[in-house]
DNA sequence: TCCAATTGTGCAATTAGTTGCATGTGCATA
DNA sequence: TATGCACATGCAACTAATTGCACAATTGGA
């Protein structure tokens, strides 16, 4: 079922079909949020065990550039990656704490237009990731 | 003359003022923008021939925890860093061309009051990359 | 001044991610 | 179905950055 879903995505984007990112994909799919890219090995492995970690790579490159997936820095050790879709959203990390909350595109609207408006640069912000102190972690000194 | 100015930021960040660690905020100081930790690493080796690399990564985590510099990555291979002014600014960089241009924070205060109002999260934006084409190159294919 | 505790450094090993190159595969065309 | 080409992959080498550990330097207190 998801076989023919990211058959049909790979090829919306102009890619070809290949069981490695076939399999790729079907791992970011089944995965309920973030997903780094050792966890996604371990998942194409045990259908494909041959697969090489820098075809891993290679294929979330590509998906990003198509911007059907982010891609960003979590400030965990590793790069985490997500399915995009129509309603994009991003994050807070907390410094103190390690928590990750989530807010809605609509607060980088005005960021946006206001950089499009001085400097007519059209921002393409995927994924973002904003550090900072959360509610319950502001006034301790532990920064 | 930059030195005694090293040694008194290092002081007043409560950090100890060793040689290694002043010729690494010396050659910061020295560079007109962002600095890359190789760059850093060359420069200090002129005076002090035996310092590790990993020395520098140490101490340039240091300085970012103080707030003293900002670490960012600006799409290049490696992460610059850059002394961090009472002004603060970030960045555009165009996915198309490369060209980085620079704004001021105030963009980013409706960002920040909107977030704090929303969820009372303090961000903490030292130095910021928003990706996306600037004026030149919007309309081009070559994304 | 001496000593112990704390902090900083060098070194080597490790991790995450990238790249060049030779081989393999998918797909269009005939 | 056969052939050729562009694209995709595996592999090994490489780069940027991090970490564990032993030793060195600095500090503050006896
Ligand atoms: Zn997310
Ligand atoms: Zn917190
Ligand atoms: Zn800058
Ligand atoms: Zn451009």
């Known amino acids: 079922m998801t076989r023919a ?4 995505l790979l090829r919306s984007l102009g890619l070809r079909p290949t069981p490695q ?3 790729i994909l079907q791992a970011i799919l089944n995965s309920p949020g973030h997903i780094c890219a ?6 194409v492995r045990e259908e494909y065990p041959h697969i090489n970690i820098s075809t891993i790579y290679r294929t979330l490159e590509l ?8 891609v960003t820095d ?10 995009l879709k129509e309603e994009r959203h991003h994050h807070m990390v907390c410094l103190c704490c390690g928590k990750i909350l989530e ?5 980088l609207e005005p960021l946006e237009a206001s950089l499009e408006e001085g400097y007519r640069f059209k ?7 904003i550090f ?3 509610a319950d972690c502001q006034g301790e000194e532990d920064d």
């Open 21 to 23: 990112r076939m399999l």
């Open 123 to 129: 921002a393409q912000i995927d994924h973002f990731a």
């Open 74 to 83: 979590l400030g965990q050790g590793s790069v985490l990656y997500e399915l």
């Open 103 to 107: 807010f809605d595109h609509r607060f």
């Open 38 to 43: 050792e966890d996604i090995y371990e998942q």
């Open 5 to 8: 879903e990211s058959e049909t």
């Open 132 to 134: 900072g102190l959360c």
């Open 63 to 70: 998906l990003k550039e198509h911007h059907a997936i982010s």
